[in-house]
């Protein structure tokens, strides 16, 4: 195999070479390999190369899994993955490590995923790009000028360039979906509780964010789902499983679905003609494909929701920081620190019980009012992000003029669409849909109802049937690169 073959396929497609000794796993490592030593210099995104590791894991025999013997990175944040350095993006956190696997850990290595590889972050996940100051910017491969999105970007830009057909993200305010769309991937949040967190974690940032990956396709999407999902033990609360695997659910044909749209967020804030027309363009192919579209949005009370996301997100960056400052033996500063970051420590390190307390219930009561809209509908459609991917330097998390309110407003006017699903807990998909003039991805955002990734999925399934994605490259990617064969 070469390096153009290697980067045309989706995970199961190279797991099913595997599977039928067409290729061995030790081959895809070292293609894997050799594209991220080649396309590093331009992109930024992978911070650790775990080859010797990886070729150690297949000695040891890999689990007859779907994926087995697929190249897997994983994002430097929240994941604990054995003795593999995990900075969080901070200069804090530098060279920290956990002698354990965390439950989704244990769970990609049983689905048969090889680890190549760790991936930037932005400080503590709390930024729309990924430019921390311990790593540098990470570069988007459609056009190095503009950012692969956050906080997943190190795993968005090094999965859209071929590197690797799955790469390991999260999401606690967009951080799947934002770098989906910028980067031309599928990204899924799935159902609150619906993906282990423990045993180190209970509800990450108090409920609002969740552990998944990005994908090129549906169907690795479904079958990822079905090898990771479910509870681990000791779990106080998960949602209800579909009654039969998500890998088959998407071969069934989706039913015709009522689904709302909207291109203006409840913020206000203005979204950019290229996407309006991304959407317009999209609400037409769900009709053609026997949907019922209608313009309709939920309501909810827009300024507690945005003070209950500043409190909840500075209370726990409060708590991360001085988790990993005691962990290092290092003491938290504007030294280490980002400006902006350290902003919402401070703020996080003033706020009382009662006000964390406060917006956990504002987050309730959201949830309650937008479940109702989802009574009337089974779907809702809106851009991913109100503009196309930002150019490097625009979110920057080390502006010392900003402080944490205008630090949580600037990442939300950017991406308004992403967060109120983080607090209500519904499924949310950006899928690749559409591209700007100038060739930028554009991604479109599909929410269900709670627990009912079921018929997002087979939406998805329909909308990659009507408008294929996964064969799309960027100027730089692994197939351009010399073909080597091992």
């Known amino acids: 195999m ?20 067409e290729v061995k796993p030790e081959e895809l490592v070292r293609l894997s390999v050799k594209a991220m030593k080649e396309l590093n210099a331009d992109l930024n ?91 540098g910017p990470t570069r988007n491969p459609w056009n190095l000028k503009h ?31 934002i770098p989906a769309s910028c980067s031309g991937l599928v990204g899924l949040k799935p159902t609150r509780g619906r993906i282990p967190a423990g045993p180190y974690n209970s ?10 990956a990005l994908t090129k396709t549906i169907r690795d999407t ?35 679905l009522r689904i709302a749209w909207t291109g203006r967020p409840a913020s206000g804030v203005p979204v950019d003609e290229e996407c309006l ?35 909840i997100w500075t209370a726990n960056i409060y708590k991360m920081i001085n988790g990993a400052a005691q962990a290092l033996g290092k003491t938290p500063s504007d030294k280490n620190i980002e400006a902006a970051i350290w902003q919402c420590y401070l703020y996080g390190k003033e706020m009382t019980a009662s006000e964390l307390l ?27 992000l109100a503009t196309l991917p930002a150019e490097i330097g625009l979110l920057n998390a080390d502006n010392p003029s900003i402080n944490a309110k205008q630090w949580t407003e600037q990442i939300f006017t950017y991406a308004p669409f992403t967060n109120l699903f983080n607090a209500t807990g519904q499924p949310s998909i950006s899928l690749p849909l559409k591209s700007s003039e100038t060739g930028l991805p554009i991604g479109m955002q599909f929410t269900g109802r709670f ?36």
Not at 461 to 472: G, I, N, T, V
């Open 451 to 486: 627990a009912d990734e079921s018929t997002l999925l087979q939406l998805a399934a329909q909308l990659e049937k009507a408008l294929p994605w996964k064969d799309r490259k960027p100027p730089v990617h692994a197939s351009k690169l010399a073909n080597t064969t091992f």
């Open 358 to 384: 406060e917006a956990i219930e504002v987050n309730a009561i959201v949830s309650r009012q937008v479940g109702q809209f989802f009574t009337d509908y089974d779907v809702l459609l809106s851009p991913t």
């Open 147 to 177: 950012s692969p999105g956050g906080s997943s970007g190190g795993s968005a830009a090094a999965m859209a360039a071929g590197i690797t057909p799955i790469a390991h993200a999260n999401d606690g305010g967009g951080s799947i979906r």
């Open 222 to 256: 479904a079958h990822l789902l079905d090898a990771v999902s479910g509870p681990d033990i000791g779990c106080y609360s998960w949602p209800e499983s579909p009654a039969e695997e998500y890998k088959n659910i998407i071969e069934e044909p989706v039913k015709p």
């Open 277 to 311: 027309k991304a959407l317009h363009e999209t609400v037409q192919l769900c009709k053609d494909l026997g949907h019922t579209v209608v313009e309709d949005h939920p309501q909810y009370d827009v300024e507690p929701f945005s003070l209950a996301t500043l409190r």
């Open 2 to 21: 070469n390096i153009s073959e290697f980067s045309s396929y989706d995970g199961l497609g190279l797991a099913e070479l595997v599977k039928n000794q």
């Open 203 to 212: 509800e990450p940032l108090n409920g609002i964010a969740i552990e998944f």
């Open 45 to 135: 995104a992978v911070v650790s190369i775990l080859e010797e590791e990886a070729m150690e894991e297949i000695k040891k025999g890999l689990p007859e899994g779907s994926f087995q013997g697929v190249p897997f990175l994983i994002k430097e944040l929240v994941l604990h993955a054995q003795n593999i350095p995990s900075s969080m993006g901070s200069r804090l956190a530098e060279g920290f490590q956990l002698p354990v696997d965390s439950e989704l850990m244990k769970r990609f290595r049983q689905a048969g995923f090889v680890t190549v590889g760790t991936t930037t972050t932005p400080e503590f996940g709390y930024n729309a790009a990924t430019e921390a100051v311990l790593y």
